[in-house]
Nanobody, 115 residues
Framework: QVQLVESGGGLVQPGGSLRLSCAAS????????MGWYRQAPGKQRELVAT???????NYADSVKGRFTISRDNAKNTVYLEMNSLKPEDTAVYYC?????????WGQGTQVTVSS
């Protein structure tokens, strides 16, 4: 089972930027599809972005052009660069790893976009 630890959340003003990090345990990190999801109060958890082991990315329409997912396999870490943040981006952001039936979640990190 992969252990995931997120960091980098916080309070930011609208239009600002944040970078989230997710450190993963395990020696086969490079073959996992990694993703970021978010859950706002009263809403279901939703996909933000994913990146495969080969580097292919996928984004929710709401974040395209503003967020960038990347990974550093040497550091077992996946990142989410968030720019032009909006109040509606406020949520708990969760890191996910997936390899077939193997699916793990981090504990989440709060992102609050407010003036």
């Amino acid at each position: 089972q992969v252990q995931l630890v997120e960091s980098g959340g916080g309070l930011v003003q609208p239009g600002g930027s944040l970078r989230l990090s997710c450190a993963a345990s395990g020696s086969i990190f490079s073959i996992y599809t990694m993703g970021w999801y978010r859950q706002a109060p009263g809403k279901q958890r939703e996909l933000v972005a994913t990146i495969t082991g080969g580097g292919s990315t996928n984004y929710a329409d709401s974040v395209k052009g503003r967020f960038t997912i990347s990974r550093d396999n040497a550091k077992n870490t996946v990142y989410l660069e968030m720019n032009s943040l909006k109040p509606e981006d406020t949520a708990v952001y969760y890191c996910n790893s997936n390899l077939g039936s193997l699916n793990s979640w981090g504990q989440g990190t709060q992102v609050t976009v407010s003036s």
